[in-house]
């Protein structure tokens, strides 16, 4: 009876330590990478929300720009949500910016993290550089998590011990206002990993869809051949671009039109993903290059971040 009772307490403790290791982690600290819009954005919500918040980023001079690019967000934001009370609203906001520290060293704040979301520049080699390193910083329940929109997450997971632990969190732009999350789930992604980022994502507002790890993830790899085919439909003559813009809004009802949406995108931005792709598959013919658009971008004419891009703007 004695060994049977033993055997018994065995088997609770085994199934006890094998549920407490499947649960699912509750973030409550999060490292945001990059001080850009992005990650600007993604510290912001993730602030307002009641989590602490470490801003990352190269110099104090851009983590400054980007904390009153906050500041400036989280009050348009208080007035609109506390209309007719000023005084919370200026609460909200001072409540929220003393939830965002901010550092140059990642390595030196990630110790203390739940999750690691990144919003860098979309390079692989920058992104792997950056992972390998922190991931000998990290705790060993932290997650790690990538914003990009283009590249595969398993390549930059690949470039960590931590491949179980590594999903992706690709929010869209202005990140306060788009409700919008993609999780992406890599095959070596754990359930757990995946369902604390869905978990996340919902606690920031916002409503998460999952996606496996294919290239452009659901939005991006619909998008962006839409896009890629209004330029060939303009390329051969077929219609003005002001035209498909037009057509596109009264007869699809689309806010914007692809050539307004790929000036406010970044024609830049939308070359390195079409281009990232075309080197995935050279001979489909969604992802071929665009002479159109790879002159403009040659001309530094990126859309409206430069002022010029398929519409002049003052």
């Known amino acids: 009876m004695a060994f049977v009772t033993r055997q018994f307490v065995r088997s609770v403790s085994s199934s006890s330590a094998a549920s407490a290791a499947a649960k699912k982690i509750i973030v409550k600290h999060v490292t945001v990478i990059g001080g850009g819009l992005m990650g600007a954005g993604i510290a912001q919500v993730a602030a307002a929300t009641g989590h602490m918040v470490v801003l990352v980023d190269q110099t104090e001079d851009i983590l400054a720009k980007s904390r009153r690019g906050i500041e400036d967000s989280l009050r348009r934001v208080a007035k609109k949500k506390f209309a007719e009370n000023p005084k919370a609203g200026d609460e909200f906001v001072e409540k929220t910016l003393s939830s965002i520290s901010t550092s140059t060293d990642a390595a030196a704040v990630v110790h203390s993290s739940d999750l690691v979301v990144e919003a860098i520049v979309e390079n692989l080699t920058v992104k792997n550089e950056l992972f390998k390193r922190l991931d000998k910083f990290a705790a060993e ?5 990538s914003n990009t929109s283009s590249l595969q997450i398993t390549s930059i997971a690949n470039a960590t011990t931590r491949q179980d632990r590594f999903g992706g969190l690709h929010f869209f732009n202005p990140v306060p206002v788009m409700k919008l999350v993609e999780v992406i789930k890599t095959p070596m992604t754990s359930q757990k990993t995946f369902e604390s980022l869905v978990d996340f994502s919902k606690a920031l507002g916002k409503h998460p869809v999952s996606c496996k790890d294919t290239p452009g993830f659901i939005v991006n790899r619909l998008l962006v051949p839409y896009l890629m085919e209004a330029i060939r439909l303009h390329e051969r003559g077929d219609a003005s671009k002001e035209d498909i813009d037009t057509a596109m809004k009264l007869g699809a009802g689309y806010p914007m039109g692809p050539f307004e949406l790929l000036d ?40 409206k971040k430069t002022g010029e891009g398929f519409y002049k703007y003052k």
């Open 141 to 145: 329940h932290t997650i790690f998590a």
């Open 264 to 303: 406010y995108v970044g024609l830049d931005t939308t070359k390195f993903i079409v281009d990232g792709w075309h080197e995935l598959d050279v001979k489909d013919p969604k992802f071929q290059p665009s002479p159109a658009l790879n002159k403009l971008v040659a001309e530094k004419k990126f859309g």
